[in-house]
C-alpha cells in the first residue's frame, strides 16, 4: 500500500500518488511507505488570530538509524530535508518566553542524545546548512524529546491549540516526538 491514507494532497491534487511539486500533509503512520524521495509536505494551523505555516520535506525512516545515523547528534540540522524548514506566522509568538516578531523564520534542530536544541534562525530560504550562520539566530531553546511507542515513518510536524491563545508545535519521526510549546501575544 502507498500510504494514501496517510497522506493528504494539497488542493491542487485531488486522487492518487502525489505528483512532483505537489505539496502534502504527512499524518500519523507507521506503515510501510513506498513512496521515494522526501516529500515536500506543509502543517498549517489557525489558533486564535495567529495561522502559523510550516514548510518542510519530509523523509521516511525506511529501515534506518535516524538520530545518531542519518541526522548526527549535536549537529545543526534543518528539521527535515535538502532545505531548511521555514515557520511563517503572521502574529507575534512567545516561545520560551521570548518574543518573536510575526515573520518568516527557518527551523533548525541540533539533536542530542538526552536534550535537544531548537533554533529559530532569520535566514529561512537556505540548502540544508550550507549557508547556516548562527550570528542570524533568532531564538535558541533546550527540549527534551519524548519516546512514541509506535514508530512514525515519515517526518511530520504538527501544530497542536492546546488553549484559546496556546499551541505546540511538534516534531515526529521515528520513535521521538519534539514539543515546543508556544503562546501568542494577544
Not at 85 to 96: A, C, Q, R, Y
Amino acid at each position: 500500500m502507498i500510504l494514501l491514507a496517510s497522506l493528504t494532497a494539497c488542493e491542487d491534487h485531488q486522487h492518487g500518488t502525489p505528483k512532483a511539486g505537489d505539496s502534502v500533509v504527512i499524518s500519523r503512520s507507521n506503515e510501510k511507505d513506498t513512496l521515494k524521495g522526501s516529500l515536500k509536505a506543509y502543517e498549517r494551523k489557525k489558533i486564535n488570530t495567529a495561522t502559523i505555516n510550516i514548510k518542510y520535506h519530509s523523509p521516511a525512516v525506511r529501515g534506518r538509524v535516524i538520530w545518531g545515523g542519518l541526522v548526527p547528534f549535536d549537529k545543526i540540522w534543518v528539521a527535515g530535508a535538502h532545505s531548511a524548514t521555514s515557520i511563517e506566522t503572521n502574529k507575534e509568538l512567545i516561545i520560551d518566553n521570548q518574543p518573536i516578531p510575526a515573520g518568516k523564520y527557518g527551523f533548525f534542530a541540533i539533536p542530542g542524545q538526552s536534550d535537544w536544541t531548537l533554533v529559530l534562525n532569520k535566514n529561512w530560504d537556505q540548502h540544508l546548512t550550507d549557508e547556516y550562520d548562527q550570528k542570524d539566530d533568532v531564538l535558541r531553546w533546550k527540549v527534551i524529546p519524548d519516546t512514541l511507542d509506535n514508530p512514525q515513518e515519515r517526518l511530520m510536524y504538527v501544530l497542536d491549540q492546546t488553549g484559546e491563545y496556546k499551541g505546540n508545535l511538534e516534531l515526529v519521526w521515528e520513535k521521538l516526538r519534539i514539543k515546543a510549546p508556544f503562546r501568542i501575544q494577544r
